[in-house]
């Protein structure tokens, strides 16, 4: 499967528009020099910005324009997703040496500044949710959304099983809940608020259904390119996952291929529903699945 000309398209509108959204934005609202280094140092690294480009493709599948409140709302989720890699990184963690294709952020700043860069990043994230022009009553249900998926019963916990259960075997359902909550809930948060920006909620339960499936198979592939990519190709660490719980560790490659061939067959039977019952294209959003090149 080669990436989708329309996401291609999409991509090439949006992705330098959130890359310049963030490059504008960030430096106004962090009063320490160095510490304004540091958070621009991995914000501003090169990635692919998949969750801010999911809501804003909700919104536009939902057909609303985007303008600057939509905007900074859709980056909020890249300043908490950025965290997140900060904190993975550090020596206390999965000590990783090289993310994005650069030093990771505690090679280049010390592990204090780094904690601090990604302490910052979470904090400004609310803080981008709530300092916009959208009615306050989305404001308030986009902080809620992303507390409950970023939080403790969300993608901290997933980082907490990931690194209780690091050296055993855990089963195929706990394995998913792992990855449903550490990788999965930032997805199916990044969904969800592109319907609360839009406050349109038509075919919630299939875009759900969508973004759940989207989250898996992201994991799954994630964990599948572990195994066969090379550190030049993703630039970050490979064949680090050998002590973790992955679905190649669990039930070999060829399984954990057709595992991910199943779920995202589900997230397209969920978008084709979207589509039969509420008459809208859900083209954009399928062409995401173009991104697993299976
Ligand atoms: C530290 C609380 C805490 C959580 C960390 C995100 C995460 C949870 C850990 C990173 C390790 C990992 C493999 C997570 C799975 C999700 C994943 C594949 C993240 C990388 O996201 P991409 O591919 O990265 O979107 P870019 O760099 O493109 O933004």
């Avoid at 898996?216 to 996952?241: E, R």
Wanted: glycine share 6%; net charge negative.
């Amino acid at each position: 499967m080669a990436i989708d000309n329309q996401l291609k398209t999409f991509e090439d509108q949006f992705r330098p528009a959130v890359n310049q959204f963030l490059q504008a934005h960030l430096a106004s609202d962090i009063d320490q020099t160095e510490l304004a280094t540091s958070m621009q140092y991995s914000v501003n690294a090169g990635g692919k910005r998949l969750r801010p480009l999911l809501t804003l493709a909700v919104l536009k599948t939902l057909g609303q324009s985007i303008g600057d409140a939509q905007m900074k709302s859709a980056c909020a989720v890249e300043l908490l997703h950025t965290y997140s890699l900060i904190h993975d990184d550090l020596p206390a963690m999965d000590n990783d040496g090289l993310r994005r294709g650069k030093p990771t952020n505690h090679v280049k700043f010390g592990p204090g500044m780094a904690t601090l860069a990604g302490d910052g990043l979470l904090t400004l994230s609310f803080q981008w949710l709530v300092d916009n022009e959208l009615p306050a009553r989305t404001q308030t249900a986009l902080v809620a959304e992303l507390s409950r998926l970023a939080g403790p019963a969300g993608m901290v916990a997933g980082q907490a099983d990931d690194i209780y259960f690091e050296d055993q075997q855990l089963d195929l359902p706990r394995l998913k809940k792992l990855h449903r909550h550490k990788t999965g809930d930032l997805i199916s948060y990044s969904v969800r608020a592109g319907e609360l920006i839009a406050n349109d909620f038509r075919g919630q339960h299939d875009l759900a259904q969508f973004s759940r499936a989207f989250g898996l198979a992201f994991q799954i592939y994630d964990d599948i390119l572990d195994v066969t990519s090379s550190a030049q190709q993703l630039g970050k660490p490979v064949h680090q996952d050998e002590h973790k719980n992955t679905y190649p560790n669990l039930l070999g490659l060829a399984a954990s291929s057709q595992a991910l061939s199943d779920t995202i067959e589900k997230g397209q039977a969920a978008l084709a529903h979207f589509e039969t019952e509420s008459q809208i294209d859900s083209s954009l959003l399928a062409s995401f699945f173009s991104y697993f090149q299976v």
